[in-house]
């Protein structure tokens, strides 16, 4: 497999200090007492509400595309351990090919494994939504990534809407075109908690 050569070479700082930018009431027969029906009314819409708040889940299925890579040393298969990227994506819904968002991310081949050979590569990455951020981040087997494999890593809201929610990111690189830098499919679920 080709891989790509991209943007300028650079050493990566951290990038973890980047900014982190219906009541549903059911039908009752109401009470003789119009206020005491709009008391228990009241008291139902607050506690279904918060009941739907609190296992409010979204799910997500996006297509990543990777205009900007800067890497500290040239991109390859077969990176040495220290090897560093950064990337600012734009973000688009599966499904209507709509631009939904943005995101930035990190990774860094941390060491190679001895057992197998493999690299074993650390991965940020935040995603910005008009309505709050979210961000993941884990350690995994690289060659995965290379084989175009699903990778799972825990994601946790930061901001907005999704401040404290809880879930699971499961993205794969979809290598469509020879050298040039793959975009991803992403399927994020994530949950207030």
Request: hydrophobic fraction near 40%; aromatic fraction near 12%.
């Amino acid at each position: 497999m080709r891989l790509w050569k991209l943007g300028r070479m650079s050493v990566i700082a951290p990038v973890a200090a980047l900014l982190a930018c219906t009541t549903v009431v059911g039908l009752n027969t109401l009470p003789a007492n119009a206020d005491q029906a709009r008391s228990t009314s009241a008291d139902q819409a607050r506690s279904t509400s918060a009941d739907q708040a609190s296992k409010k889940c979204r799910n997500f299925h996006w297509r990543e595309k990777m205009p900007t890579f800067d890497t500290n040393m040239p991109p390859a298969e077969d990176v040495p351990a220290g090897f560093q990227a950064n990337w600012f994506d734009e973000v688009y819904d599966w499904e209507t090919g709509e631009k939904v968002g943005t995101a930035v991310g990190a990774m860094n081949i941390i060491y190679e494994r001895e057992s197998d050979g493999h690299d074993i590569e650390f991965q940020w990455e935040m995603f910005h939504l008009p309505d709050g951020t979210f961000q993941a981040g884990s350690s995994f087997d690289r060659m995965d990534v290379i084989e175009g494999n699903w990778i799972t890593q825990p994601v946790e809201g930061v901001s907005g809407v999704y401040r404290g929610w809880k879930g699971k990111w499961t993205w794969r690189a979809l290598f469509e075109i020879p050298d040039a830098p793959p975009d991803f499919e992403a399927v994020i679920e994530i949950c207030r908690r």
